[in-house]
């Protein structure tokens, strides 16, 4: 699969379970408080939310790595 059609599994994966996807972002200490705060139903929202932000920041930094090549 390449990276562009790796986005819309990423998202899903951002609002189901956010906290595989900083793992699959290479960030797991994020992961790890992530998990912590969607353990509880109450932080299931803010993890997702905070999910889909680190996704898009990924993708961003990734395109600008791209164009500096």
């Known amino acids: 699969m390449s990276s562009e059609e790796m986005v819309p599994l990423r998202l899903l994966i951002a609002i189901l379970l ?6 699959t972002i290479g960030r797991p200490f994020a992961g790890i408080i992530c998990l912590i705060l969607q353990i ?3 932080g299931w929202a803010p993890a ?8 898009s920041q990924f993708e ?3 395109k600008i790595s791209e164009m500096a090549r």
Request: proline share 5%; no cysteine; aromatic share 24%.
């Open 48 to 55: 997702a939310i905070w999910a889909v932000y680190a996704l």
């Open 40 to 42: 509880t139903l109450i």
């Open 18 to 23: 956010p906290f595989v996807l900083f793992f």
């Open 60 to 62: 961003t930094d990734r």
